[in-house]
């Protein structure tokens, strides 16, 4: 396995600016993020879908696949598949080396980049690493969201490697929820996790716009079902701060499908477009459709 990589660092001019106790305070950060994730991943029992035809996926000559989640439960996946050289994106933001740093530690090889900052440069850089034989796993709805909605970047990468798309999602059987735009879900320590693998997606090297974005939709639909299946199967106990009401990302508590829960979000942006919600009259729809805020 190659040792793991950053192909770009921070940005030198970021790092002029930050002062003296700014840099202690980020590394004490990554310091204390390493001993969770480890604390957490360890202690974690893992129950694992389809593993036996990863290696069907690859074809025959045994190449990587690219791996697509959800921002808000991407924990127990990456930790599981630490080790392995996998390569995945990071941001540019001080954050963005916390969490960079961190997956060093555990084996992973690190490209920076976002939607709006470096986003072109960063598939440059992975696009060559998973040619090099590297998998790579990227957070589809990510860095900053809106929550479960695909972006197309990986469907890019799909069509410029000629390698298939793995869609996943996890579900622990306890975990603690942020408030998050992602509705972050980390997992409690001794808990269990189940991890659902789907149907690789392909995209032709040839293929156009209306072919990518029906490839998006493609990788978008198992997500969602995957994440139903998922919670349904586990029904995670879900923690979260008691001063506040639960708005838990708990799609097995309400019998809807994937289109019927997009169909809510919709319909909750469009009245947020015309006003803004009323938090005084929440509804249980509204509550599912806050986790895209």
């Known amino acids: 396995m190659k040792p ?37 991943g360890l202690t974690t029992r893992y129950d694992v879908r389809q593993r036996e035809k990863l290696e069907e996926y690859r074809g025959e000559d045994n190449g990587p696949v690219l791996i697509a989640l959800w921002h808000g439960s991407c924990f127990a996946p990456m930790y599981y598949h630490r080790g392995n050289g996998m390569c995945v994106i990071t941001s540019k933001s001080p954050d963005g080396q916390i969490l960079s740093n961190i997956l060093h530690g555990l084996g992973y090889q690190t490209v920076r980049g976002s939607s709006n900052r470096g986003a072109t440069r960063a598939i440059i850089d992975l696009a060559r690493i998973v040619n090099e034989g590297a998998d790579a796993c990227i957070a589809v709805d990510g860095p900053r969201g809106p929550a479960l909605e695909t972006k197309p970047g990986i469907i890019l990468l799909a069509k410029i490697t000629g ?109 947020r477009e015309r006003g803004g919600r009323n938090t005084s009259n929440s509804t249980p729809a509204a509550d599912q459709a806050n986790l895209t805020t």
Not at 16 to 40: H, Y
Not at 192 to 203: E, N, Q, S
């Open 163 to 271: 390698r298939p798309i793995l869609p996943i999602a996890a579900s622990p059987k306890s975990y603690w929820q942020f408030q998050s735009w992602d509705r972050f879900r980390l997992p409690l320590p001794f808990t269990r996790a189940k991890i659902y693998g789907g149907t690789p997606v392909h995209v032709p090297p040839d293929a156009d716009d209306a072919m990518m974005e029906q490839k998006r939709q493609d990788v978008q639909r198992q997500l969602y079902d995957l994440q139903l299946e998922v919670d349904a199967d586990m029904q995670p106990r879900v923690y979260c701060r008691a001063d506040r009401r639960p708005k838990d990302i708990q799609f097995w508590d309400r019998d809807v499908s994937a289109n019927a829960m997009k169909s809510e979000i919709e319909k909750f942006r469009a009245k």
């Open 4 to 40: 793991p990589i950053d192909t770009t660092k921070s940005d030198p001019e970021t790092k002029r600016r930050m002062t003296f106790k700014k840099r202690v305070s980020l590394r004490c950060m990554q310091l204390l993020g390493a001993t969770i994730f480890r604390l957490i």
